[in-house]
């Protein structure tokens, strides 16, 4: 069976990937822009780092020729703005930043790793942040939204043979050195913030199927379902 790419496999979430492959016994690679953290998380992991700038053709290119024959391409490379910006005071670089890696990068991961699969998976990482917002987050709740209709699209152009699904996590703690507070567990229906590791689980679950494709499953511990309001 082939490899397994995983981008922005540094930290976060996609750390959380490489840790649950590399322990099942996959071969792995991490493309990621952060050499100090990615190069960490390799030695810690067994799993191939390779620098690369998600936004840049050329560089995934190359990432991608070096990971030989691919069974699985998990897309989970993002970052947010820097800062909260208003309507008026986000520029267009501040907005195309964002997307460029977000969503740009997805599509150029997908377009060379599925070159190098025989039959295989692609999976895409994107946010509940796709079908709600906090202020002033347009880049990345436009990238997120763009990721699940990229999934879908790649879905019905790269099948049979390429089965694509998406996830959508919601609160998950990835600094292993912060415990959220008891209230920040009991809001969520599952009954706790989400770890990287319940990502990777379904990660793990998607890329063993056969016949699921197109799909967006939402990982949020219940949160999207459940009516708030102010008292």
């Known amino acids: 069976m082939g490899n397994i790419l995983v981008t922005g496999g540094a930290k976060g979430i996609g750390r959380g990937i490489v840790r649950h492959m590399t322990a099942s016994g ?39 020729e070096q990971c030989g024959e691919l ?23 501040d907005w195309q930043r964002v997307i460029d890696v977000n969503l740009t990068g997805a599509f150029l991961f997908a377009k060379y790793a599925s070159a190098r699969m025989i039959k295989g998976h692609i ?10 917002s906090e202020p002033d987050t347009f880049a990345y709740s436009a990238s997120k939204g763009g990721i699940i209709a990229l999934t879908h699209s790649l879905a019905v152009s790269l099948g049979p043979d390429i089965l694509v699904n998406c996830i959508s996590p919601g609160w998950i ?17 599952a009954g706790r913030v989400g770890t990287p590791e319940d990502i990777a689980k379904a990660v793990q679950f998607l890329i063993s199927s056969e016949f699921i ?11 999207t379902v459940k009516m708030i309001y102010s008292e």
């Open 26 to 64: 996959r071969k792995v690679f991490i493309a990621d822009i952060d050499e100090a953290a990615g190069k960490q998380t390799a030695e810690e992991t067994g799993a191939v780092f390779i620098r690369t700038e998600c936004a840049d053709e050329a560089s995934v290119r190359a990432c991608v």
């Open 173 to 189: 703690n990835c600094d292993e050195t912060y415990s959220p507070a008891e209230t920040d567990h009991s809001q969520h229906p």
């Open 71 to 93: 069974y699985a391409l998990i897309n989970n490379a993002g970052i947010a703005s820097p800062k909260r910006l208003p309507l008026n005071g986000t520029t267009l670089a």
């Open 123 to 132: 999976i895409n990482i994107a946010s509940t942040r796709a079908f709600q």
């Open 213 to 223: 494709t197109g799909q967006n499953i939402t990982i949020d511990g219940g949160m």
